[in-house]
DNA sequence: TTGACATATTCCTATATAGGAATGTATTGT
DNA sequence: ACAATACATTCCTATATAGGAATATGTCAA
């Protein structure tokens, strides 16, 4: 199977940059889908494009006048998205508290490198061929 | 284009909701791919494919122990969405003040009819043919 | 009615899955 | 060294984009 459609909740319609950039604009007030276009600096039917994706998932309201359309974001359809978050914070509180306890500890704090993979233990290169 | 990969942030890596059910799963404390598998039901190699994915991200952690590969969330990397969403909080606070005052001054609360696509005005089947 | 303006939709295509099946790789106990 | 255990990866495929280009639809003004 491919991928969940993008708009078969919020969690997937997020996903694109693009329309997160676009609820973050309507948030503060509804805008006609030209002054995205202009303000956002991409294509006209991209901006609709998204647009229907975040209206299918209710992450969006809209209404007509004369003949634009203005949109706004429906702040409440990203609460779920929040809370689910939410669960999680006070797992980095302990996290952090445990990296603040060794950092004072010691010198050199670990350092987060990025994703750390756990290397192959294939090979030993410790000299003998086997 | 097709949509970016599910590696490229952490908000398309929880778009998958088996993603978050693992993230979920591990948030508590470490485990072993087949815990993963047998508490949330999953195939075995299902569930090294997402955590691969979670890894990638850095959504996870992992440490060897003996033949099994010990996985935990890393609460940390959920942060960012947690305050992507956050800036949306003031907006449905605000929101939802509004319909309570609606509620409040009027019967039959507008009743939240899921997404509101707006009907095409094409026809106005007023009974005129033209 | 016609033209201009504002949006939406369709067509086409390269790309990225997610799941199932099969197989590969690593590690430990004996 | 070998079987068993625990995971990871590969192969294959149906499906869903997202962007670009072209076009359709809807609405207002003259």
Redesign the pocket.
Known sequence: ???????SDAFNAVA?P?RRAILNYLAMQER???EIVDSLGL???????????LLEVGLVN?R?D????LYRTNAEAIRPLHEWTETFERFWRHQLSRIKERAEGKSNPPKDSGPHFIP???HDYDGNKN
Do not use: Y
């Open positions: 199977m491919a991928r969940a459609a993008t708009t694109e693009r006609p889908v030209g294509e006209q039917p991209s901006v609709s494009k998204h647009l229907r994706v809209v007509r004369g003949r634009r359309m192959r233990r294939k």
